[in-house]
């Protein structure tokens, strides 16, 4: 049985559950993931499999996402956008969302954004990035959803979830913004007009779209060009 945290339940008194050896070894694996989220992410994140049944089962090994997981836990120059595209097959959001749970535990005041089409998206995937933390193998920090965020209160680490346009991208400053089915918003100069918007907030952060492909936009492109 994996002891964790909750409400009611510290770290500490976790600690007393589990053998001296248990705790040795969270702490070895704890260290280890500090400054390794490519490792972090192979050796702990779960993601979800369709089954049947429905399973929670490590990332696939394979090289497109390993591919993926570098690029995401590249460390790029504050303000630089970097643009993915993704499939379903890819399970680019997945990994974004084992990303993001790597920043959670792993960082300090890190404000996180991550806007999605409509708010019932990024609903689901603040769900997604709950069921991965509830996963884990590893003693995890106190973490408790409100409304559209979850928040690490020991760390000063927050994520929120908004559709495309929300005015709470540009009201906060972000650490990382993650723009997901970016291409779909459309109009595309509304896309213009939500980056430019958005930009002063995360001057010093990291910036990701990521989207499949849509017609006539850079997504389509990036699908059709060899």
């Known amino acids: 049985m994996v002891y964790k945290p909750t409400k009611d339940r510290t770290v500490e008194e976790v600690k007393r559950v589990l053998r001296p050896a248990d705790v040795a070894d969270q702490a070895k694996k704890i ?11 192979i050796q702990e994140c779960r993601t979800l499999s369709l089954g049947p049944p429905p399973t929670y089962l490590a990332l696939p090994n394979k090289p497109h996402i390993r591919d993926l997981i570098r690029i995401f836990t590249f460390p790029w120059k504050p303000g630089q956008v970097v643009i993915i595209g993704k499939s379903r097959q890819m399970q680019a959001t997945w990994i974004a969302c084992c990303y993001v749970v790597y920043c959670l535990l792993f960082k300090r005041n890190y404000n996180i954004v991550w806007s ?5 998206h990024a609903q689901a995937v603040l769900d ?12 995890t920090p106190h973490y408790e959803r409100k409304g559209n965020y979850i928040i690490v209160p020991s760390l ?17 400053a972000y650490s990382l913004w993650i723009a997901d089915e970016f291409a779909k918003i459309q109009p595309a100069r509304l896309q213009d007009k939500i980056f430019r918007e958005a930009l002063p907030a995360l001057a010093l952060g990291q910036i990701f779209f990521i989207s499949s492909a849509y017609p006539d936009t850079l997504y389509e492109v990036m699908y059709t060009e060899p």
């Open 31 to 41: 260290r280890h993931y500090v400054g390794n989220p490519i490792d972090f992410i």
């Open 116 to 120: 999605s089409l409509k708010e019932e």
């Open 128 to 139: 997604r990035i709950l069921k991965i933390l509830k996963h884990l193998s590893i003693i």
């Open 156 to 172: 000063d680490n927050s994520v929120r979830g908004v559709p495309r346009g929300d005015t709470q991208i540009t009201s906060f």
